[in-house]
């Protein structure tokens, strides 16, 4: 009929191949892996190294190499002074107050315990997401009932003689847990409309300026004994930064791109599973079984809490989306 409008044709991109999937799930697994060793590394390196002088390397290279990217791939953000004054505040959650909380956590734990943090913030998000207006299935719910009956056993571990876990160190971590997770609720829609690089690299670069600025007159550069820092302390701090904060960011976003963020979540309880073996292997820290037990109740309900439900997984992002999708989780940053 005259008149009318022409159909239109939208054309969407073809799916990914065997190939994109496999690499795609290799940098999810590579991601995990550097996540569940950056506590290990982090540990050793607070033998020689405050976490003041740990953390303000940690973040000036990471931050540097973040921004610097950002910049490149999408220009200078031009934001208003609001979403400027938001990403900072943000930031200053997931940066100042986490990293403060969580060096503490891992200089009062064993590595291995402090671990546990990556598997706890999915749990977390969960039940704070309702003072949002979010809501959970049945699964989930029951999910985070689980993880939160392994917590509280692990608490109650604390009390018993001769268990290296302590009840101060693990509140701490739980602190850091709880602060991630906001942080993770208000970057989700920020990282829909900001992009999630821009908003990763800036939020880091601005939310750390109050611990740096913190931490200045604390820099201990010759060590704690004042013997100067073996060479392994600053590669430790390199592969902190550069491995588990700029590599695994550049991966677990690669992978929730091509397999989607329902696919690539449930893989991150694999950390503290990876942190609980490093720490045995490497650190030599030998936690009694009731610990490895109440490791693993957290970790199952994790798992259930994070399982994609059926029906519900995601197909891959569309390419014009690119890492901007709006339904992407973005990676901690530890």
Same mark, same amino acid.
């Given at each position: 009929?005259?008149g009318m409008l022409?159909?239109?044709t939208?054309? !969407?991109?073809p799916?990914?191949s065997?190939r994109?999937?496999?690499l795609?799930?290799? /940098?999810?697994?590579l991601?995990?892996?550097?996540?569940?060793?950056?506590?290990?590394?982090?540990?050793a390196?607070? /033998?020689v190294?405050n976490?003041e002088t740990t953390n303000?390397a =940690?973040?000036?290279?990471?931050?540097?190499?973040?921004?610097?990217?950002?910049? =490149?791939?999408?220009g200078w953000p031009r934001w208003?002074?609001?979403?400027?004054?938001?990403? @900072?505040?943000?930031?200053?959650?997931?940066?100042?107050? !986490?990293?403060?909380?969580f060096?503490?956590?891992?200089?009062?734990?064993? *590595?291995g315990? @402090?671990g546990?943090v990556n598997?706890?913030?999915p749990?977390l998000?969960l039940?704070?997401?309702?003072?949002?207006g979010?809501?959970?299935?049945?699964?989930?719910?029951?999910?985070v009932?689980v993880? !939160?009956a392994?917590l509280l056993?692990?608490?109650?571990?604390?009390r018993?003689p001769?268990?290296?876990?302590?009840?101060t /160190?693990?509140l701490?971590?739980?602190a850091?847990?709880?602060?991630?997770?906001?942080?993770?609720?208000f970057?989700?829609?920020l990282? *829909?409309r900001l992009?999630?690089?821009p908003?990763?690299?800036?939020?880091l670069?601005l939310?750390?300026?109050?611990y740096l600025l913190y931490?200045?007159?604390h820099?201990?550069?010759?060590g704690l004994?004042?013997?100067?820092?073996?060479?392994a302390?600053?590669?430790g701090i390199?592969?902190?930064?550069?491995?588990a904060n700029v590599? @695994?960011y550049l991966?677990w976003?690669? /992978?929730?791109?091509?397999?989607?963020?329902a =696919?690539?979540?449930?893989w991150?309880a694999?950390?503290?599973v990876?942190?609980?073996?490093l720490s045995?292997?490497?650190?030599h820290?030998?936690?009694?079984?009731s610990v490895?037990g109440?490791?693993?109740?957290?970790?199952i309900? @994790?798992t259930l809490a994070n399982w994609?439900?059926?029906?519900r997984? =995601?197909?891959?992002?569309?390419?014009?989306?690119?890492i901007?999708?709006?339904?992407e989780?973005?990676?901690?940053v530890?």
């Amino acid at each position: 009929m005259e008149g009318m409008l022409a159909p239109v044709t939208v054309h !969407f991109p073809p799916p990914p191949s065997e190939r994109q999937i496999r690499l795609a799930l290799a /940098g999810v697994l590579l991601t995990v892996f550097l996540w569940g060793a950056n506590v290990v590394a982090l540990k050793a390196v607070l /033998g020689v190294l405050n976490a003041e002088t740990t953390n303000t390397a =940690r973040v000036l290279t990471s931050g540097t190499v973040l921004v610097t990217l950002a910049v =490149r791939a999408h220009g200078w953000p031009r934001w208003d002074a609001r979403t400027w004054l938001t990403v @900072a505040g943000v930031g200053l959650l997931g940066n100042t107050l !986490f990293q403060a909380f969580f060096l503490t956590g891992i200089e009062m734990n064993p *590595a291995g315990v @402090a671990g546990l943090v990556n598997g706890l913030v999915p749990v977390l998000v969960l039940p704070l997401g309702l003072l949002l207006g979010q809501s959970f299935t049945r699964r989930q719910g029951a999910g985070v009932a689980v993880a !939160f009956a392994g917590l509280l056993g692990l608490l109650a571990l604390t009390r018993v003689p001769g268990v290296s876990v302590t009840l101060t /160190g693990l509140l701490w971590l739980l602190a850091a847990g709880v602060v991630w997770a906001l942080y993770t609720l208000f970057n989700r829609p920020l990282s *829909a409309r900001l992009g999630t690089l821009p908003f990763v690299a800036f939020s880091l670069a601005l939310g750390s300026v109050p611990y740096l600025l913190y931490a200045l007159p604390h820099l201990q550069f010759a060590g704690l004994k004042g013997t100067g820092v073996p060479v392994a302390a600053w590669l430790g701090i390199a592969f902190s930064a550069l491995g588990a904060n700029v590599l @695994a960011y550049l991966a677990w976003a690669s /992978g929730a791109q091509v397999l989607g963020a329902a =696919r690539t979540s449930v893989w991150q309880a694999l950390a503290p599973v990876i942190a609980l073996i490093l720490s045995a292997a490497l650190l030599h820290e030998r936690l009694p079984a009731s610990v490895w037990g109440m490791a693993a109740v957290i970790l199952i309900g @994790a798992t259930l809490a994070n399982w994609p439900e059926p029906g519900r997984i =995601r197909k891959p992002l569309d390419t014009r989306e690119g890492i901007q999708g709006r339904k992407e989780k973005s990676p901690p940053v530890p």
